[in-house]
C-alpha cells in the first residue's frame, strides 16, 4: 500500500510544537532547543499522516526589523534590510533523519514560496548549513559558491564578530557537495555571503543565503505553487 501523500499545513497546538521539538532534537540535538525566535515565527510543518515529516520556522520582517532575527547575530544585514523592505526569514529546517526524499524536500520549497508571496516579501533569507563546522570539510563547497552565487554588493551581507571564514578564492578539484536545500536554493536563483560562520553548538558551518522570488523561473515557481497546494 502506497504511503499517504505529505500535507503542509502550519502549528496551531502546544502538541504540534512538541511534535517539531522532538524532530529538531533527532535532527540537531538538544542545541536546537526552542529559543526565543519560535514565539515570533509561524512553524510550517509537512505531515505523513499522523508523522511529522519536516519542518522550519518563517518569521515576516517588516524593513529593518530583522535586525532582531535569528540570522541577523552572525551577518551585518543593514545593507540587505535597506534593499528588501518586507522579507521572509526561514530557519530551523530539518527533515526526519530517516529520509532521503527528495520530494520531501521540494514540497517545504513550495511552502516556503508561498508564505513568501502570501506575505509579500520581495526576499526570502537565512543561513544555510553544512553538516561539520570545520570549514576545511567545505572548501571545494565554498569556493564553488564563491565562482557562481555571491550576493551583489547592494545587499552582501558584511561581518558580524569574530569567527567568520572568506570563502575560499580558488577550487580545489574535488567537486562540491553541497546540503540539499542549498542546492535547492541555488536553483532557484538564491545568492550567497561571500563568508562562512562556524556554529560549534550545532556541529554545523553556515553561509547566508538570499533569494528573490521575482527571481525564479515562472516554470519552477509553478511546480512549487502545485507542490505547496
Not at 32 to 46: F, Y
Not at 182 to 210: C, E, I, K, M, Q
Request: with cysteine.
Amino acid at each position: 500500500m502506497a504511503s499517504p501523500r505529505a500535507l503542509l499545513r502550519y502549528a496551531a497546538s502546544p502538541e504540534d510544537l512538541r511534535a517539531i521539538a522532538a524532530l529538531r532534537q533527532r535532527a540537531f540535538g538538544h542545541a536546537a532547543a526552542p529559543d526565543d525566535w519560535d514565539g515570533r515565527a509561524r512553524h510550517l510543518m509537512l505531515c505523513r499522516g499522523e508523522d511529522l515529516i519536516g519542518t522550519l520556522r518563517l518569521t515576516l520582517w517588516q524593513g529593518d526589523e530583522g535586525q532582531a532575527g535569528y540570522t541577523a547575530q552572525f551577518y551585518d544585514l543593514k545593507r540587505f534590510f535597506l534593499k528588501f523592505s518586507r522579507s521572509l526569514e526561514v530557519g530551523r529546517f530539518c527533515l526526519d533523519p530517516q529520509l532521503s526524499d527528495l520530494f520531501t524536500l521540494q514540497q517545504l520549497l513550495g511552502g516556503i514560496t508561498r508564505a513568501a508571496e502570501e506575505g509579500g516579501a520581495t526576499a526570502l533569507f537565512g543561513c544555510a548549513s553544512f553538516p561539520g563546522s570545520d570549514p576545511a570539510l567545505h572548501e571545494p563547497a565554498l569556493a564553488y559558491l564563491r565562482q557562481t552565487a555571491l550576493a551583489p554588493q547592494d545587499w552582501a551581507p558584511g561581518l558580524r564578530g569574530g569567527g567568520a571564514v572568506a570563502l575560499p578564492q580558488q577550487p580545489l578539484g574535488a567537486a562540491p557537495v553541497l546540503p540539499p536545500l542549498l542546492r535547492g536554493y541555488l536553483a532557484l536563483g538564491a545568492r550567497v555571503s561571500d563568508h562562512a560562520v562556524p556554529d560549534p553548538a550545532l556541529n554545523t558551518l553556515h553561509v547566508f543565503a538570499a533569494l528573490e522570488p521575482a527571481r525564479i523561473p515562472p516554470g519552477r515557481l509553478k511546480v512549487l505553487r502545485a507542490l505547496a497546494e
